[in-house]
């Protein structure tokens, strides 16, 4: 038995992605850029038993069936088929963050399973292919592999669709957790209907790829009102693109919305606060380090606050989650 532990962190973006264009090699339509952060890690260990005649996951130490771990097989198949060995494993995981809640627990998840299952099976990858291999599994994830701030090269085919580092200033997230529970749509599935269906797609897809551009210049320059006006704009137009969805889908809640306009307020005040949401009810305001605090306690009415920033990526960790 070979058996390897990986510890991984969600992201947020700042350039949001929304839509595959090849859903088998998970492709993105466009690229995007985000945060991974030092909060909410998932640790995974992976086992490979040769006795085993089907894949076992557990998560928070209960046993996954059905979709859960039909979406791990599949990525070990993947692992299987690059490491030219069909055993099957035993994967057990922990996650830091209420999974679904909007805070892509799929992306520390599939980066911290992509690491531990490569090791686990024997596989020697760098960065580069690592960010390819979690990318699989879910496309958020192709980014939680790299540490502090990453660019998702959205690529023409699965050698060129990577994430890489990129500098940038640091920079703080408070996380505004308006409603903890699982969303109600699917990424996957809503990014599906929004391709399919939203008249706005097209546009959301090239002014993505010019939103990313922009981001890129602005973080080099370390201009934070610049990253933070980008990030905030383009928060919204993913919201608005799925909400042009048939049928709509819209993920905002009215608190939501009151943090939104809580970060203007503060900006009118002379604070830096911009927001961002994923798909969930869930707001994060970026801000300075200097000014977390005081943002932190400006939206603390609107749900439960914490103050987040750059993280590592993924690494392997030499303790191993115990059995059940
Ligand atoms: O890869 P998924 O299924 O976790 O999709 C992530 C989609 C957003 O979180 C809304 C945007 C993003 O770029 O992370």
């Not at 939680?144 to 959205?154: E, F, Q």
């Amino acid at each position: 038995m070979t058996r390897a532990t990986a510890r991984a962190h969600p992201n947020i973006a700042l350039v949001k992605y929304w839509g595959k264009r090849d859903e088998a090699q998970m492709l993105p339509a466009a690229g995007s850029m985000s945060m991974t952060l030092d909060a909410f890690a998932t640790t995974t260990t992976v086992e490979v038993d040769g006795t085993l005649t089907e894949d076992a996951f557990s998560l928070g130490g209960a046993e996954q069936t059905g979709v859960a771990l039909d979406r791990t097989t599949r990525f070990l198949d993947v692992v299987r088929s690059l490491a030219g060995d069909g055993r099957r494993a035993r994967v057990r995981s922990h996650n830091e963050a209420p999974t679904a809640a909007g805070l892509a627990s799929s992306a520390s998840g599939f980066a911290a399973l992509a690491l531990a299952a490569a090791a686990a099976y024997g596989l020697d990858l760098d960065e580069r292919a690592l960010s390819r291999l979690a990318r699989r599994g879910s496309g958020s994830a192709t980014r939680s592999v790299i540490p502090g701030y990453a660019v998702w090269h959205a690529g023409t085919d699965d050698a060129s669709s990577y994430a890489e580092g990129i500098e940038a200033p640091d920079l703080r997230l408070v996380i505004v957790t308006v409603d903890g529970s699982p969303k109600s749509v699917s990424s996957r599935r809503a990014m599906r209907l929004t391709a399919a269906t939203s008249p706005f797609y097209e546009a959301w897809v090239s002014s993505t790829e010019q939103s990313l551009t922009e981001m890129v210049r602005a973080c080099a320059d370390g201009d934070v009102p610049r990253i933070g006006a980008l990030t905030e704009s383009h928060a919204l137009r993913m919201h608005a693109v799925i909400a042009t969805s048939t049928p709509p889908v819209r993920y905002l809640a009215p608190r939501s919305i009151e943090v939104f306009d809580a970060a203007v307020r503060l900006r009118e005040a002379g604070v830096t606060a911009w927001a961002t949401a994923d798909a969930g009810p869930n707001v994060c305001v970026l801000t300075t380090p200097a000014e977390a605090e005081a943002v932190a306690a400006a939206v603390a009415e609107h749900g439960e606050v914490r103050i987040v920033g750059p993280g590592p990526g993924a690494h392997l960790l030499a303790e191993h989650l115990p059995e059940p």
